[in-house]
């Protein structure tokens, strides 16, 4: 019988070849540094192998487990703290024998694990308490080694040839692993013990301990990642003072941003690791805070992503739209270069700082390819602008906004039919430039694969709102004939959409016109995005809502990215018939601006019954989109980000849109059209909610009959709180 051959056409698809041993991975996060760790806090390559210490996308150290002889502590519990800063392990000792006689028994000794990033170095603390009656004596070993392995390796990418390790350095209480690589970069992992240990080699670090029974005696070890152009890390193993300093950092974040409650303690637990994995996955850049992408694959700043974590965060913390529009509007195309895929006026996709992106063996060191980046761009302005009031930085990225509008008309439109297209112009490339980025994601109703140039429904609705949004900010700084031309081009993009995009007899827009302006009739999440975007008409943003929540489209779960019912249909695939949370909240958002509170709630209710499910609470990246089973739990998706940034912020803007939230700064008004609550969320109290200078506490009860009281607690400052019912 002939053998199937499947070749996967995605040059950077993410390989997986063998399952996890164990899906709970414990992961910390600080700026370009990442780790990810098994549940014992070691580092141990198995499985889709994406455990180790990272610095801009590169594994530092492969290999860090703590041995007791031969074998590996027993496991009592693991976990990372609620505010995402600590990992904290609990172990004890197995049974240790000599000559045929256990020596010391299992339970008697325990070990405490503490870990935490900070400034690019890995700190550890084991504490170690002898329970035990009697004296013990023994030892323990850490072992270690560093591949300085690229993220893209990792992800599958073969390479012709690497750089070279250079031979290990060892002193008495230090290692220094390093490589050079073939971008000429010295890259070092270097390694502090205090104490020193009795041996140490290249590869491990060996300790002998006596403690006397009730005794306790604590080590503490310190990995640098440091790259030829940084200066050398100082490293003193002083972990509480490091806890400490991140503990302020973090403070110091909370203290600009508003405090929620609600009645319902499950909702409390995903609404905090949410916004703990949030603060997380910020970074501090120069232009301010950006959240990067997610973790593993995606430590970086990502624009699409970028742009649509701080729309789903503006309500709560307008700051971080701020950093991520200060960020694009400096890395903004200047010319048109071709293996970036990059044009004049082109918000950035990706930048990577890792060595295949600095040698162009991948594209992405900066790279362009995004049909949707510029248009976000451009919404976000707008709404950064009505969320704070803040004309000095309207004005400031004014030029930009008006390079990416030119962008949108002559690039973007590169046929002038009136609709922005994409097609790669890299070899090397992505195929598909929206958000669904595989490169199986954009077919017709008998699964053939659409060509040529692409017009994805969801991109029209983006640039339709950026062209308003840009008409609001031109008049608010003078340019009234900009302003209505603006105005006007969107009206008339809505017009010629929905002729070309309606799919009357599929009750909802098409997913893209193809090369050949042929409609690619696919029940899919994308038309829920028009909604988002404000291009559908009322009739019909009726029908795609119907749609959306039928059970082809609704898994119980949330929507999926393809209904059942369309030839690519697979509930296990990356974007065809999975479920994104991202995706759902900015449908959820787009049914409440049509008002069909009753649908955003449905989604924030099966969303929320998901993250019950999930290790930490933690909504990952994406998931399967398998029906719902009574008494059964999601399924995961193999090589799902966890954290991301943009599930992360799917609460946030799900709260927004069942509350009919809005700020208007220049108005100095917060505003609540329609506020629904669903039975499982009685009470939401949201407390320090800052509209310019003013600050308001508030309370939201849902009554009996389902209306929503909205009182004012407390108010410091001009503010009006409206409620529209």
């Not at 992106?357 to 009505?386: C, H, N, Q, W």
Request: glycine residues 6%; negative net charge.
């Amino acid at each position: 019988m002939a053998r199937e051959v499947i070749r996967v056409r995605d040059e950077f698809y993410i390989r997986s070849s063998s399952p996890r041993i164990d899906v709970r991975t414990r992961v910390l996060k600080q700026g370009d540094t990442f780790a990810v760790f098994d549940r014992f806090g070691d580092i141990e390559t198995f499985g889709t192998g994406e455990p180790g210490l990272y610095y801009q996308d590169t594994r530092f150290l492969s290999r860090l487990t703590l041995r007791l002889g031969k074998d590996r502590p027993l496991l009592l519990s693991s976990t990372v703290r609620e505010d995402n800063a600590v990992l904290a392990v609990d172990a004890t000792n197995p049974d240790v024998c000599r000559n045929g006689e256990t020596v010391i028994g299992r339970g008697t000794i325990h070990f405490f694990r503490s870990k935490i990033l900070w400034e690019k170095t890995c700190q550890e603390r084991l504490r170690i308490h002898n329970y035990g009656r009697a004296a013990v004596e023994f030892s323990f070993a850490i072992e270690l080694d560093a591949d300085f392995a690229d993220i893209f390796e990792l992800r599958g990418t073969k390479r012709e040839r690497r750089g070279s390790r250079i031979k290990t350095e060892v002193n008495s209480d230090r290692l220094v692993l390093a490589y050079e690589g073939l971008d000429e970069r010295l890259r070092r992992a270097r390694i502090v013990f205090d104490p020193r240990p009795t041996r140490l080699t290249e590869s491990l670090a060996t300790f002998q301990i006596r403690l006397e029974a009730g005794e306790e005696c604590t080590y503490r070890w310190v990995i640098a990642c440091e790259v030829n152009s940084d200066s050398q890390i100082e490293i003193k193993p002083c972990y509480e003072a490091t806890v400490h300093e991140a503990a302020g950092a973090l403070e110091r974040v909370q203290a600009r941003e508003p405090k929620i409650f609600t009645g319902n303690e499950q909702f409390n637990d995903w609404l905090n690791r949410s916004l703990a994995d949030f603060h997380m996955m910020q970074t501090e850049t120069q232009y301010g805070p950006y959240p990067y992408a997610g973790v593993p694959w995606f430590s970086a700043v990502f624009g699409r992503d970028g742009i649509i974590a701080a729309l789903q965060l503006l309500w709560f913390d307008p700051l971080i739209a701020r950093g991520v529009l200060a960020y694009l509007a400096a890395n903004q195309a200047d010319a048109e270069r071709p293996e970036q895929d990059a044009q004049p006026g082109k918000v950035l996709h990706e930048f990577r700082e890792d060595e295949m992106a600095t040698l162009g063996e991948t594209p992405f060191r900066r790279y362009y390819g995004s049909i949707d980046s510029t248009p976000l761009f451009v919404m976000l302005a707008g709404a950064y602008y009505k969320r704070t009031g803040d004309r000095a930085f309207a004005e400031s990225i004014w030029p930009n906004i008006e390079r990416a509008l030119e962008w949108i008309d002559r690039y973007g439109d590169s046929d002038a039919d009136g609709f922005v297209e994409y097609s790669r112009k890299s070899k090397h490339g992505l195929v598909h430039q929206g958000w669904k980025d595989s490169h199986d994601a954009i077919f017709h109703s008998d699964g053939t694969a659409a060509e040529g140039a692409i017009a994805l429904c969801e991109v029209q609705g983006y640039v339709y709102a950026a062209k308003l949004a840009a008409s609001e900010l031109a008049k608010i700084l003078g340019d009234t004939t900009r302003s209505h031309e603006l105005s006007k081009q969107a009206e008339t993009l809505a017009q010629r959409f929905e002729k070309s995009f309606w799919c009357d007899d599929l009750s909802t827009y098409a997913i893209a016109l193809d090369g050949n302006k042929q409609p690619c009739r696919v029940r899919t999440s994308n038309a829920g995005h028009c909604l988002f975007a404000g291009i559908a008409t009322e009739e019909h943003a009726q029908r795609v809502a119907t749609t959306l929540t039928d059970e082809t489209s609704f898994s119980g779960w949330g929507i999926r990215t393809v209904a059942t019912s369309e030839a690519r249909y697979n509930p296990m695939s990356y974007h065809n018939g999975s479920v994104w949370p991202h995706d759902n909240a900015l449908i959820a958002a787009g049914f409440a601006q049509y008002g069909l509170k009753t649908s955003a709630a449905t989604v924030l209710a099966g969303l929320l019954d998901a993250s019950l499910f999930f290790d930490l609470h933690r909504l990952p990246e994406l998931f399967c989109g398998f029906p719902r089973r009574p008494g059964e739990s999601p399924t995961l998706y193999p090589v799902a980000c966890a954290p991301q940034s943009w599930a992360s912020g799917a609460v946030f803007l799900l709260v927004e849109a069942c509350l009919g939230l809005s700020v208007s700064a220049p108005e100095h008004r917060l505003i609540f059209s329609q506020p629904v609550l669903p039975a499982f969320l009685p009470q939401v109290t949201i407390r320090d909610l800052k509209v310019n200078e003013a600050r308001v506490d508030l309370l939201l009860t849902r009554h009996a009959e389902g209306d929503v009281g909205v009182n004012v607690l407390r108010r410091d400052g001009a503010l009006d709180v409206v409620v529209l019912k």
